[in-house]
């Protein structure tokens, strides 16, 4: 794979598993995080530049993208996830989990389309979440920064298709990273591993589609679920402990990883 692709949010979890997955496959890879020790030590290890990045600042992120060159691919992948009864939410959570989940998904964007649409070639791959497009309690605030993101990334994808610039979203199911420590696995399911999207990523890479589920066995369901009434999807949701797997946690398992989030 002859292509030098840019990724966000690399220094652990998904991004991280991106990027080990792209350079086996041959990629020209760059990294960039706001934890500029975790991101200069992904970095060596990987054997990858590697750099700090902000994605709610033009500022960085124009740093990044100048450093990381003429990119083909970029993937959006930092996001955050506080999770919790919505009236415990403070304003702070609120305003940065759309700064980073969605005006870094937005910025982002924007700054590699200036970058792609003159050369009439480049593919945005936007990780959002099956928490768009499923809604659960304890997660509103998470499900509303990932809504932003899948109706983003489509709305962009329909304005460029006709000038060389592919724009894809990919939703993964509940995985094992640090964003669900302290919660527990629905009820007969098993979490996703990052490599599990990784894998994902680097086939949308050779095969560009507009939106990619993981696993795809739960897009189908997902599909399905519109057929059904409200009170049918409620009951299996509980049925699955979806309605109380983000209320009911360990929030001493969650400690380091609520202080990192939050500066």
């Excluded at 509303?144 to 329909?158: D, H, I």
Aim: aromatic share 4%; with cysteine; glycine share 10%.
């Amino acid at each position: 794979m002859s292509k030098v692709i840019a990724i966000t949010g690399a220094a652990r979890g998904i991004g991280l598993a991106t990027a080990r997955a792209l350079k086996a496959k041959g990629a020209t890879v760059v990294i960039g995080d706001i934890d500029e020790t975790a991101v200069k030590e992904a970095g060596e290890k990987l054997g990858v530049a590697a750099y700090p990045l902000d994605v709610t600042s033009r500022e960085s992120f124009t740093a990044f993208l100048e450093s990381a060159g003429r990119i083909d691919v970029l993937i959006n992948n930092a996001g955050i996830m506080p999770i919790g009864p919505v009236t415990g939410e403070s304003d702070a959570d609120a305003r940065r989990c759309l700064d980073i989940n969605v005006h870094g998904v937005m910025l982002g964007t924007k700054l590699a389309l200036e970058r792609m649409l003159p050369r009439g070639r480049g593919h945005i791959i936007n990780i959002a979440s099956l928490a768009g497009v499923l809604y659960t309690p304890g997660l509103a605030l998470y499900n509303a920064s990932k809504a932003a993101v899948v109706g983003f990334t489509e709305a962009t994808r329909l304005e460029v298709q006709d000038r060389g610039v592919h724009v894809s979203a990919v939703l993964p199911t509940f995985t094992n990273t640090e964003l669900v420590a302290g919660t527990a696995s629905p009820k007969g399911q098993k979490n996703a591993e990052p490599e599990d999207i990784a894998a994902a990523v680097v086939a949308l890479i050779g095969r560009p589609r507009p939106q990619v589920v993981v696993p795809a066995r739960l897009g189908r369901q997902v599909r399905l679920s519109g057929f059904f009434p409200d009170r049918f999807r409620q009951a299996m949701s509980r049925r699955l402990g979806l309605d109380k797997i983000f209320l009911e946690y360990d929030p001493d398992a969650r400690k380091a990883y609520d202080a990192r989030i939050r500066g």
